[in-house]
């Protein structure tokens, strides 16, 4: 390992988790930043309209980006366990077929996203008035799948390796590059919803050739050789069975979503534009929490591969124990600052009070998630990604559309809809817990 790398298998594991996920967590931040100023700029410089109109595809955005993410998470796995376990052939062939299968899901998700945006939005009742704006930022948005994709799978190899400093710098000078021309793309050009995903996809270009020119040059464990990118077909299936479920377990989430904010837009544009506003708020708790995880993962991988079974417990135990109280902190934070937050995006009276109707149940809520995504990772951590995608879809995806068909369309109000997630969530908690326990007593050997 080098200075820039901590050892997931030695030293204290509390300490080191913590140092582990404080560049990540600044990552995280900034990929949420991208999001955030194309919503905040079009808010405050287009006006609540097109604010809707971005506001309308950010489940749809998630559905597909999930997919990369899941991805990515899967790669980190495979790659923390060759690490741990000291082999270098394994890893590499991981690398390389890793890139090339990141790379055409990116263009797959390109290509799936622009054709089915009109489709989709119409699918959810967009608001007529929104639709046009939606449907443009969706698809120029889409065009930056494949930079996605290849930024998320170096991501996964470089945390893997214990390096989390570097695509902290890397989307750093991305971050400020997307806001910059947020700001020139909205307010010189007067692009409007277009400008923004402009920014947007440019900024995401950006990251992914940071990224690949840094693995490219590495000497280390994260080496990637251009020419040898190619799929490998017993990796490639390895991949697969741990990332994709990664990666559906996410897009579940997503689409869970969508059904929600189908039943958001049964009321007015000024309350679709006050949950535009609110749900900023969860991606600004999730990231951070999303840090503890990689952590969780990345740790449980190592170790479990170097056959240290004592810290992949504590290493679960201590992932969950600062990803609950960070979601607790913050959620009750935000809330606590809850009109001046929603103000960055509008200064509407009517949207601001309609986001505090969102933030005012999702404030304390955000901690229970917690339970269920650090024992998904812990799960990842060990390999097995199938049964505790399973769970998700049944309490995540099946639980909140009969929650949708039966609570929320008897009292048709926003705290019936907002509910469910508090109940979703802690209802497929005690399922993953008890999955974990029950393959953490049977002790796996392998990947």
Request: charged content about 10%.
């Amino acid at each position: 390992m080098n200075s820039k790398k901590l050892d997931p298998c030695s030293g204290p594991l509390a300490k080191n988790i913590l140092a582990f996920s404080i560049p990540l967590i600044f990552s995280n931040l900034l990929q949420v930043l991208f999001n955030m100023s194309d919503i905040a700029v079009v808010g405050r410089f287009a006006g609540s309209i097109p604010l809707g109109s971005v506001g309308s595809t950010t489940q749809i955005i998630f559905l597909f980006t999930g997919i990369l993410i899941g991805l990515g998470a899967g790669i980190n796995v495979i790659a923390a366990f060759y690490i741990g376990s000291k082999n270098s052939k394994s890893l590499s062939d991981t690398i390389h077929t890793a890139a090339f299968i990141c790379l055409a899901a990116g263009i797959i998700l390109l290509a799936a996203g622009t054709i089915l945006a009109r489709p989709i939005l119409a699918a959810m009742n967009t608001k007529s008035e929104l639709m046009e704006g939606a449907v443009v930022y969706l698809r120029i948005y889409m065009l930056g799948m494949p930079a996605l994709a290849i930024y998320n799978f170096g991501n996964g190899v470089l945390s893997a390796t214990g390096d989390t400093k570097r695509p902290l710098i890397f989307l750093t000078v991305a971050g400020i590059i997307n806001i910059l021309l947020n700001l020139f793309f909205v307010i010189v050009c007067n692009l409007g919803t277009a400008g923004v995903a402009l920014a947007s996809i440019i900024s995401q270009y950006i990251s992914a050739a940071l990224i690949l020119l840094t693995m490219t040059r590495e000497k280390g464990a994260a080496n990637l050789v251009i020419f040898k990118i190619r799929p490998n077909s017993h990796m490639s299936l390895k991949i697969l069975k741990i990332g994709l479920p990664s990666g559906l377990q996410n897009a579940v989430f997503a689409f869970a979503n969508i059904f929600i904010q189908t039943g958001v837009n049964y009321f007015d544009a000024s309350m679709v534009a006050g949950n535009a506003a609110a749900s900023n708020a969860d991606p600004l708790v999730y990231d951070v929490m999303n840090a503890f995880y990689t952590a969780c993962a990345t740790f449980i991988g190592q170790n479990f591969g170097a056959g240290n079974r004592k810290r992949v417990l504590k290493s679960y135990f201590i992932s969950l124990a600062y990803s609950f109280t960070i979601a607790l902190v913050m959620g009750v934070g935000i809330f606590c600052i809850g009109r001046q937050f929603l103000s960055l995006f509008s200064t509407d009276a009517a949207v601001i009070d309609a986001g505090m109707q969102r933030l005012s149940i999702m404030s304390l809520s955000y901690c229970i998630s917690a339970f269920m995504d650090c024992t998904i990772a812990a799960s990842r951590g060990l390999g097995k990604t199938g049964i505790p995608s399973f769970i998700v879809i049944m309490g995540s995806c099946v639980f909140r559309i009969i929650w949708l068909c039966t609570v929320f369309a008897w009292f048709r109000t926003i705290p019936s809809l907002f509910l469910l997630y508090t109940f979703s969530w802690a209802i497929t908690a005690a399922a993953e817990i008890a999955y974990f326990i029950h393959i953490y007593k049977k002790k796996p050997s392998v990947i």
